[in-house]
């Protein structure tokens, strides 16, 4: 069967919305993925920013796959790198090359943009081997640590 890995246009809103609703399944997060969807304008002006690409992957009309990521300009030299937010394959569909195509599409775009690099973080956690032995595969490891700062405490 082929999958058509496509990038979403500001056209492109329900097929966004199919695409948050597979990462809401696949991390078993519908709550974060679907129940506060923004209104269409708002993913209209996301979809169409140059900052922001999210790539579909489908098949038979169905989103299976996907990925979210980010460029973000530097400001230490003129130049960007690009952020995989989000990056994840509906379960039947895994080990079908469907997250490396993801990858090698985001890949092109980086390179079209003229981007210096692609990177991506992933838990070290045991239900996170596949996904580390995929990343393993495309591109050197690094260890950091990874801190989300509290926004609700004073500091």
Excluded: C, W
Excluded at 52 to 57: G, S, V
Excluded at 75 to 91: K, M, N, T
């Amino acid at each position: 069967m082929r999958t058509d890995i496509q990038q979403l246009v500001a056209e492109d809103v329900e097929r966004m919305r199919a695409l948050l609703d597979t990462f809401g399944v696949v991390f078993g997060e519908p709550e974060t993925y679907s129940a506060n969807q923004p209104d269409d304008t708002y993913i209209r002006g996301l979809l169409a920013s140059d900052t922001f690409i999210a790539l579909a992957a489908v098949r038979d009309g169905d989103v299976i796959g996907g990925l979210a990521a980010y460029e973000l300009r530097k400001f230490e030299q003129a130049r960007s790198e690009i952020y995989i937010y989000d990056l994840a394959v509906v379960a039947e569909h895994r080990r079908q090359g469907i997250a490396t195509a993801l990858i090698g599409r985001l890949r092109d775009i980086a390179v079209a943009r003229g981007a210096h690099a692609v990177f991506v973080q992933a838990d070290t956690g045991v239900e996170d081997k596949p996904v580390i032995a995929l990343y393993s595969s495309l591109g050197r490891r690094e260890e950091v640590l990874h801190f989300d700062i509290d926004l609700e405490t004073d500091m």
